[in-house]
């Protein structure tokens, strides 16, 4: 029984030390290639370790362009991995996903209809929020409907999975239909702007993003610590409330926390589909289902998928760069159906 | 020092699933919850877990109102075995029965939580399933598994291994709740989980409520006896007091009579008319 507790605590490690590795690569990658080796000696420069730095061209590029973007790419990763984690344990189903049941399509419609229609809804105080307008826009989205499903997937004090799964259909739907609405009644630049909140981009907004990173840092920091009352959580709400868990506090806090990252997440970097799924549902095969080690680790694993994803975005199409959604869902979709089929075989009795 | 409810109600869409019900759970005694279906026995034993609140009247555990304990307090001084738990997870049975572990969290040793779930693991004899993904048990299987995490969790910080002391090590009295224990298992495991929950009652002073289905069980394995009917307590004192032919028969609209057990005792039978 020693076993297995070890063999997951070194999958974390294993994490770690390839969350450092994606970055390093993903640093020296793109349009200008920079060799490991001088990403270590600047990175070292920049610590105050290292004495001479690297050609001020690359240097540029690395402190103004891919530090910050892999930054975003690590922190937004790593929430929609945890994400998807803890609303798998909430729901109490291996499919739930923020993508799935609309969360991310609200926090999308919510961006966008502030993008078209704020100087509308706002009036006067849209030159007051300026460019905090939309990402408080998709926070809002999310938080809507996360409360929308959580309150109409209950029945008696039971969520129905299925239920669940059918009103993220609808959710979708409706945030979906939304989001064409107001792409049809928008003008052209406005156009490109939404195309990005659809497809994602990790390009970001400058300083106007740190709120919303900061906010998912914090919520990557409290959601991660809940893997003992979320397993609790997986033998049903009342055998957790039998088992000293305060159900519907821990409830409505990880839901709402939830619900900000990602929101937040979308505020940054539109819908990045798959990563909530997929992260999870890979380390799992290395730890199990044990959410102590599946918290973390899906946090660290989607935080590598995410910089990976981007690395394949920035450089496959040089000079331009590929949305980061197309990618993920590319990657993601079949590799999904792939990870299904495995997971179909081996509960085979 | 008991759990007991005190003329609790249960209201739901305007129709009493419990009225008027004052019962109580005493240390180391077994009590049976008897009825036919739908009398509100689940409910009952819901109420008393603190998992629904009751619309009228009082729980007491160790002289607190229900109400105004954490749920954590509550955890280390009462388990459950549900009757039926689903978990979609493939958790092995080992961390299944760990999961009882968790309100000790803070307090406890992981050797000695893994000591505690061997143990009760032995109890249940669910050794060969340790190992084994939860999910892909059977019903009979799954049911001894939440008999473990009951018992580890109703240990607490109690070496089992020691002397049967009657003390926790503190003067609160603990509590067992079981939801129809016996379902879906077989003979042999039926009558191995009731004498495990008597041995708790008996050996170290826990208050056994379970509910029950089998008049013989009732005779063999309870102290006292409560049979509740339409959401009302119509009869309830101890067990030779209460579980008479006349008395079943007029309950359970069933003719049932007691016949001389060659054993010694007696068994009770049910006869279609």
Known sequence: MQLPVNRSSLFLVLLMIGLCAATLMSLGMGGVEISVTDVFVHLGQRIGVAEVGIDAFDARILDSLRLPRILRAIIIGGGLGLAGAVMQSLFRNPIADPGIIG???????????????????????????GPYGVPIAAFGGAVLATVVISILSRQDGRTDAAIMLLIGVAINAIAFAGVGVFTYMADDAELRNLTFWQMGALSGNGPTDMPALIVMALGIAYLIRLGTPLNLFLLGEAEARHLGVEVEHLKRRATVITALVVGAAVAVSGIIGFVGLVAPHLVRLATGPDNRYVLPASAMGGAIILTAADTVARIIVLPAELPIGLVTGIVGGPFFLGLLIVEKKRRRL | MTLMAHKADFKARGRYLLRDVSIAVEPGEVLAILGPNGAGKSTLLKVLAGELSPSGGTVFQNG???????????AQERAVMPQAASMSFPFTVFDVVALGRAPYRKVSTRQFDQKQVRRAIELADITHLADRAYPALSGGEKQRVHLARALVQLWGMTDTSQSSA?????????????????????????????????????????????????????LTYADQVAILSSGEVVEQGSVSDVMTPDLLSSVFKSPIRAINDPAGGIVLVSQSA
């Not at chain 2, 607190?64 to 509550?74: C, G």
């Open chain 1, 103 to 129: 969360v991310s399509a609200s926090a999308a419609f919510g961006a966008v209809s502030m993008i078209v229609a704020g100087h509308l809804i706002l009036g006067s105080y849209y030159a007051a929020f």
């Open chain 2, 64 to 74: 607190r109102a229900l109400s105004s304990i954490s749920a954590l307090d509550l």
């Open chain 2, 166 to 218: 009657v003390t926790n090590g503190d003067d609160v009295a603990r509590f067992l709740l079981l939801d129809e224990p016996t379902a879906g298992l077989d003979v042999s495991h039926q009558h191995a989980v009731l004498a495990l929950a008597r041995r708790e009652a008996k050996e170290r002073g826990v208050g056994v409520l379970m509910i029950l289905h089998d008049f013989n069980q009732v």
